[in-house]
């Protein structure tokens, strides 16, 4: 039974059955090797149990993988878009003070507060608003009522001077006034009429310009690294052009 | 009334994760004191318990339940130990605080002990790891796993796939040896005596 330390060891750890343990008790009471070996090694278990790790500095947890990202906006302006979209936005502003036909690869760029847009999405502005302001017809129109006006004065005239000597210095002064007044009428109605004008011109194509600039950035939402560049290009084009006439 | 293993491990399954954590804050301690007192490192032994915990949950699926998830862990962390001491092509060692500060161990003594008992118990916890790292893996390992751990032989048998013989052998062999170097090192203690 000494030979084998299976019922030692078993007897030790408590791991032995009801009939294995009362037979090696009964080897014990006359076995003094066996007490003096099961004595020594409980010592050691005892010993061992001193033996402790360091405390260490836990904290470690499982956390979930990052969570999934925000899904990304549809139209997201990157640096380089943003610059590209701000390069159109002072491209377009410029070139529509610039009154500039550009041609590029076969494409007509017509730009100026002055020229028709020929987008089609803000045709319902109104084809007459959209008509190019013709200044020489324009200027031509007043030089013909002015002088209406001049022949209108000279045939009132021969009647007045006929008389004239009829006339005291008082009724020529109030006809003077009369004439100057109508006529200072006429060009205040012209004027406004004028100013009105001007402001529609510039209402509308500020709406026009506004839609291009909108059709413009869409296409630009749309467009591949080469039709950046190609777009890139053709502002560079319009730039100088402008630089140029200026 | 806190759940058991095998309920916070179904959870986990289920893709919970605080019930996976609770497992990590429930066996954190006892599977860094295995990979230290197996591989004797203190910054090593963190890692190999980290590890086993994220081997753990990533082969959370695998977990079929026949063994109980503690010596599943066991086994991944055992794995790991191995791992590591091939790596390092080094037997364990034991690594003991080279101060020993006698407020911080007042605070770890119980009431009754006094300064002199405290001090004693930690020379003899260096003498004992000393001794352990002398040891052959295969013994080391299984005195840990009993001793510490409390394993039944069964348990340590599954776990190192070896006869329950085996196991008793290398107990009884392993507790020999260390009963000879700790006497032999001069430590005396009555402790379980």
């Known amino acids: 039974m000494c030979e084998s330390k299976d019922l030692l060891i078993g007897f030790l750890y408590g791991e032995l059955d009801a009939a294995d343990r009362r037979t090696f008790q009964a080897h014990l009471t006359s076995c003094a090797d066996c007490r003096e070996e099961l004595a020594g090694l409980r010592a050691t278990r005892g010993q061992i149990a001193s033996w402790s790790p360091p405390e260490p500095d836990f904290g470690f947890r499982i956390v979930r993988g990052a969570a999934a990202p925000p899904p990304a906006p549809r139209f997201r302006i990157s640096p380089a878009w943003g610059l590209a979209a701000a390069a159109v936005l002072i491209m377009g502003v410029a070139a529509g003070i610039a009154n500039l036909d550009v041609s590029y690869g076969g494409l007509v760029v017509r730009t100026g507060w002055n020229r028709g847009g020929d987008v089609a999405s803000v045709q319902e502005a109104g084809a007459q608003a959209l008509a190019p302001v013709d200044w020489s017809a324009q200027t031509a129109a007043l030089d013909r009522r002015l002088r209406e006006l001049e022949t209108s004065a000279r045939a009132h005239a021969p009647v007045q001077t006929a008389s004239a000597d009829d006339l005291s210095d008082a009724d020529v002064l109030r006809l003077v006034r009369e004439m100057l007044g109508q006529s200072e009428t006429r060009q205040q109605r012209e004027f406004a009429l004028r100013l009105t004008q001007i402001a529609q011109d510039f209402d509308t194509k500020r709406k026009l310009d506004l839609a291009a600039i909108d059709q413009g950035m869409a296409r630009l939402q749309n467009a591949s690294g080469a039709e950046v560049r190609q777009y890139r290009e053709m502002m560079q084009r319009v730039a100088l052009a402008a630089y140029q006439q200026k | ?193």
């Open chain 2, 1 to 193: 009334m806190p759940s058991t293993d095998e309920e916070l491990v179904a959870r986990s399954m289920g893709g919970d994760l605080d019930s996976f954590n609770q497992l990590v804050l429930r066996w954190e301690r006892p599977i860094y004191a295995l990979a230290y007192r197996v591989i004797g490192r203190e910054e090593d032994a963190r890692d190999v318990a980290q590890e086993t915990f994220l081997r753990a949950f990533r082969a959370l699926k695998g977990f079929k339940g026949q063994a109980k998830f503690s010596s599943w862990l066991y086994r991944i962390t055992l794995n790991l130990c191995r791992d590591w001491m091939r790596r390092e092509r080094r037997t364990p060692v034991s690594q003991a605080p080279e101060g020993v500060d006698i407020i911080e161990m007042a605070g770890e003594g119980t009431p009754s002990e006094s300064i002199e008992d405290l001090v004693s118990r930690h020379e003899l916890g260096r003498a004992v790891g000393k001794a352990m790292a002398l040891l052959p893996e295969e013994q080391r390992t299984a005195i840990i796993l009993k001793e510490y751990h409390g394993l039944t032989f069964q348990e340590i048998a599954d776990l190192l796939d070896c006869p329950l013989s085996t196991v008793k052998t290398r107990l009884y062999q392993g507790l020999s040896v260390l009963r000879k170097h700790l006497h032999e090192s001069g430590v005396e203690s009555t402790f379980g005596q």
